[in-house]
T-cell receptor
């Protein structure tokens, strides 16, 4: 069964450093998302992306964050200058359609630890 | 404000002991309610989508139902392998993002 793959599985970074999280969505999907989950808290929406543009972003997704689809298969999340509070699990998701009858499928996440 | 609340936070069952998990939601114009399963260290795994009150979906020992204010995930004769965190989510009003509840962590012992 097709799946969303994320790399790396665990990233340890010094505060203030830039980090790029990578995702390969399911191949025929057109809509891409990033969510994060701080330990013990809810999964929170960060950003949705379609047709090489951001469709929607949450208040969490400030100027330190950016997303990119650099080629036909990868979807990346960049954090320019990491803070301690950026430590979380980051999940990439994709769907074939933005309508509600097409569910979002999630990868297994990247655990980001900021020291 | 769109919200999803799940209860209980944790549930311990004996193998074969059926129970239900609750998800209550507030969103204007429900565009879809989703149930996911999340194992430790893994991403959410899609289980069901429900759209309208009265709808029901089944998969093995799981059955999801929907009313105008809440959804239930019924687990019939659970097995230890059903142990996981079950997440409920709804689309926001724009239909562009999922709003998740905190989840119910289910532990089934043999």
């Amino acid at each position: 069964e097709p799946e969303v793959t994320q790399t790396p599985s665990h990233q340890v970074t010094q505060m203030g450093q830039e980090v790029i999280l990578r995702c390969v969505p399911i191949s025929n999907h057109l809509y891409f998302y990033w969510y994060r989950q701080i330990l013990g808290q809810k999964v929170e929406f960060l950003v949705s992306f379609y047709n090489n543009e951001i469709s929607e972003k949450s208040e969490i997704f400030d100027d330190q964050f950016s997303v990119e689809r650099p080629d036909g298969s990868n979807f990346t999340l960049k954090i320019r200058s990491t803070k301690l509070e950026d430590s979380a699990m980051y999940f990439c998701a994709s769907s074939s359609d933005s309508r509600s009858n097409q569910p979002q499928h999630f990868g297994d996440g990247t655990r980001l630890s900021i020291l | 404000e769109d919200q999803v609340t799940q209860s209980p936070e944790a549930l311990r069952l004996q193998e074969g002991e059926s129970s239900s998990l609750n998800c209550s939601y507030t969103v204007s114009g429900l565009r879809g309610l989703f149930w996911y399963r999340q194992d430790p260290g893994k991403g959410p795994e899609f289980l069901f989508t429900l759209y309208s009150a009265g709808e029901e979906k089944e998969k093995e020992r799981l059955k999801a139902t929907l009313t105008k204010k809440e959804s239930f995930l019924h687990i019939t004769a659970p097995k230890p392998e059903d142990s996981a965190t079950y997440l409920c989510a709804v689309f926001n009003q724009a239909g562009t993002a999922l709003i998740f509840g905190k989840g119910t962590t289910l532990s089934v012992s043999s």
